[in-house]
């Protein structure tokens, strides 16, 4: 018996032609899920490192760019797992936001079922992160309007449209949020130290 071909099957070596939508496509998930509970987020929020899968970095990187082509910025949430005073990263989240040159305006609604999908998957809002025209400075609408107000969530921001080495994370600009209005900046060591991009993909030979 030939192993993985049944006997008699046509071998065809024409070349595919037509692309494999499967091959082709990133799977988004809507909202709705089933709900989910692993105790993931029975934890308090702080954690000191923030592991982040390259695929995850690769992904909003070319969201981010995307939209930068066309002078736009993007915003996205990463979202995932506390465990041992660390944070990891698994998921990408993309709330609508209205569109123009600033990375918009997250309605209230929006917000709400952002919460609702993370509450429902079990996981726990790490970090936004979004795109500026030129350096990665904090601005005053950016201090006022955390997508999580608590002690801990970081507001990562890509300059130059995220057209930067994607894992030079000195280029980042990373704050921590403290209070009302008030960020911490984190500085390059402490950047290089908390934010680690774990390979997703290694190739053997």
């Known amino acids: 018996m030939t192993s993985g071909r049944r006997r008699g099957a046509a071998v065809s070596n024409s070349p595919i ?10 799977r988004i998930a809507a909202g709705e899920a089933p709900r989910r509970a692993f ?38 949430v990463w979202a995932g797992t506390l465990a041992a005073g660390d944070a990891f990263v698994s998921t990408v989240v993309l709330p ?18 952002l919460f ?6 079990d996981l726990v809002p790490l970090a936004q992160v979004h795109s500026h025209p030129r350096g ?9 309007r955390p997508l999580v107000a608590q ?3 970081l507001s990562i921001i890509v300059p130059d449209f995220a057209f930067v080495p994607l894992d030079d994370v000195a280029r980042w600009g990373v ?21 680690v991009v774990d390979d997703s993909i290694i190739g053997i030979e």
């Open 17 to 26: 032609t037509e692309p494999v939508e499967a091959l082709l496509s990133v």
């Open 39 to 76: 105790g993931r987020r029975e934890c308090d929020f702080a954690y000191g490192r923030l592991y982040i899968p390259s695929l995850v970095l690769d992904y909003t990187f070319l969201f981010l760019r995307q939209a930068g082509v066309t002078g736009e910025e993007r915003f996205l």
């Open 96 to 113: 609508r936001a209205h569109p123009g040159y600033l990375h918009g305006e997250i309605e209230a609604d929006v917000t709400g079922r």
């Open 116 to 121: 609702e999908a993370l509450d429902q998957r």
């Open 136 to 144: 990665a400075g904090i601005s005053a609408t950016d201090r006022e």
């Open 151 to 153: 002690a801990g969530f």
């Open 175 to 195: 704050y921590e949020y403290r209070d009302k209005r008030e960020w911490r900046t984190l500085p390059t060591s402490e950047k290089r130290d908390r934010l």
